[in-house]
């Protein structure tokens, strides 16, 4: 077992812990472009990993309260089929060919855009659409939204293991905006533990999970995202934003060029 994976589940797990930023943003790219890993395995290696990590979250946010299980039940129903279909679209294009896995790089590139995008504007979002509450969905077009909203996270987080964090919680933000932001996280985490699971095991059936760089992974980043989060109210949030930011912009660019 490699220690430079045990090290490096660790720094991402620390991050993690300080940002609250899921950890597919940070560890599929740093497997591609650190490691030379197949884009296709690092994100089968990243979702079973995120699979792992976010069931202890979801137990917490349940035990709070914090967790809106209808909210989840609509976003499975369009994100679980999703990725079933999606991982039925790997296997026949054949996941582990060069033209697939240049796709999967810079569909990585995108996701991580997204998420620098969601990082950054999300307070506004949030302002801008309480600000507008004759915009807000209500009954069945907001359930129909959010069922549509969970079938394109399905799809990227299946491609890319990248959208269950900041990009599903600003779709939350979106439409559901007078939950709070600890309701936002738990809904978010508790949804994102059947989809990483379900796209887990569509990258297992595709042979996509390295099992040994796995377990370093998770050995590194309990740790990693305890000690994160012990010290992460002691660092001013915008630096943490800001970067944060710039890191997940470099490392998108670096995936694209």
């Known amino acids: 077992m490699s220690v430079t994976y045990i090290v490096s589940g660790f720094a991402v797990g620390l991050l993690v812990g300080l940002t609250g930023v899921g950890g597919g943003s940070l560890m599929t790219p740093l ?6 890993v197949h884009p296709t395995v690092a994100v089968g290696t990243d979702l079973a ?6 069931v202890a979250g979801t137990f917490a ?6 967790v809106h299980w209808d909210i989840v039940r609509n976003l499975c129903i369009g994100a ?12 026949y294009f054949g996941g582990f060919g060069d033209e697939i896995g240049q796709i999967i ?3 990585i590139a995108g996701s991580v855009m997204l998420t620098v995008i969601a990082l950054i504007f999300r307070r506004h979002i ?4 309480n600000a507008r509450p004759e915009r807000q969905l209500h009954g069945g077009k907001l359930t129909a939204a959010t069922i549509i909203s969970g079938s394109i996270l399905g799809t990227l987080v299946t491609i890319s293991s990248i959208g269950a964090g900041a990009i599903g919680a600003t779709i939350l933000v979106l439409l559901y905006p007078r939950l709070s932001p600890a309701e936002i996280a738990g809904t978010d985490i508790a949804y994102a533990v059947p989809l ?8 297992w059936w595709l042979g996509s999970i390295n099992w040994e760089l796995l ?5 590194g980043s309990i740790p990693g995202i305890t000690l994160g989060s012990l010290v992460s109210r002691a660092i001013p949030e915008k630096f943490l934003r800001v970067l944060l930011a710039s890191v997940l912009t470099t490392v998108a660019v670096k995936l694209v060029y």
Do not use: C, D, E
């Open 49 to 54: 990993f995120a699979s792992a990590t976010k």
């Open 126 to 129: 949030q302002s801008w659409v």
């Open 215 to 219: 377990m370093a992974l998770l050995l």
């Open 196 to 203: 990483t699971a379900i796209a887990a095991l569509g990258h």
């Open 80 to 91: 679980l089929p999703a990725a079933v279909l999606t991982a039925i679209g790997l296997k």
């Open 61 to 66: 946010h349940r035990y709070k309260g914090n």
């Open 105 to 107: 790089r810079y569909s």
């Open 31 to 36: 497997l591609t472009l650190l490691f030379g």
